[in-house]
């Protein structure tokens, strides 16, 4: 028996109808997750409760957001008050935040596991005081502190990762946990937040995948270029390329072996047997994130052929 769980990452669009648009296909396609993308200068909660209105079955979450952009009080309250409207259908990526992003914002990213924490420690208190509409929660892991975090108080982790190679340090550690060993079997969710780039044409999915390729390798550390067999040079000239605005030129130095090792791109017979590697290694939710195809509409129609094989 499969237990491959399928959700879809979105990027929001220019106004909420093209988003619920979106979603609908998403939830006709086979989807049983759909995670927004969160940022300061969006309505989320609006955003979140528009799709849970025009959808029927489809969970729904943040994925990600973190406590810098989001209080831990506003979240949880505004969280369970979704959960309770949907009949259970909402559901919480959360990390620390992104220093670099948080910068070009002018908030300061300080004591981002502590803040982490107590965000998580607020919704478990709220799930708590409210047994029938606990809301799940998966921790954005980066790195073993992380982990260590979602295995004592969540459900799981998302990984930013498309490759079974970039998953050894996190399914160690999560064999090892005793905590997460207490939740039981099939109790602690391992998410590939992968790249997606699908399409009936390969050459066009490849494409498609460059420029998230690219700015994956650009703010990738350097044990992980290494572990992918890509050095720190090409790694600098492709950041210097997008620094500059040469968005293609930083395409044009992302070989297709590349976007093997950073992404999941293809026609559906490319895409499923790298899904089924990462299945093999324990992954229990694939996330089709961004690109997903040249076309997104038309790319979450075709992923439907891809879901329904499981």
Known sequence: MNNMKFGIG???QGNDDENIRLSKLAEDAGFEYLWISDNPNMDLYKLLRNILIETETIKIGPGVTNPFIRKPGKLSIEMMNLNKLSDNRITLGIGPGNKSQLDKMNITWEKPLTKLKRS?????????NNPKNKIPIYVEATGP???ELAGKLTNGVMVNASHPKDYGMILKQVENSPEISKKGENQFDIMAYSATSIDNDYQ???NAAKIV???IIAGSPAHVLERHGISEEIR???YL???KGNIGGGMRLVKDDFIEEFSIAGTCEDIIPKIKDLEKIGVTQYIASAPIGNNIAESIKLFGEVISTY
């Open 204 to 206: 066009k999915a490849q």
């Open 10 to 12: 979105l990027i929001p």
């Open 145 to 147: 502190k992380l982990v």
């Open 120 to 128: 998580i420690n607020v919704i478990n208190d709220m799930n708590h």
């Open 241 to 243: 390329s997008l620094s």
């Open 236 to 238: 600098n000239d492709i």
């Open 213 to 215: 390729v690219a700015f």
